[in-house]
């Protein structure tokens, strides 16, 4: 039987978010693309 899950996170700082989760799991953020200065910009 296959199950899939979606999850949906509504914040108003999502760059507070990344940064408490990064420290909370060990994760390093991947940098954006090439050419790109934020992955919003890409």
Do not use: K
């Not at 060990?26 to 940098?31: A, M, R």
């Not at 693309?33 to 890409?42: C, I, M, N, S, V």
Request: aromatic share 12%.
């Amino acid at each position: 039987m296959e199950m899939t899950l979606q999850l949906t996170i509504d914040c108003s700082d999502p760059q507070r978010m990344v940064t408490f989760w990064a420290r909370a799991l060990n994760y390093v953020p991947e940098p954006a693309p090439d050419g790109h200065a934020t992955w919003r910009a890409y």
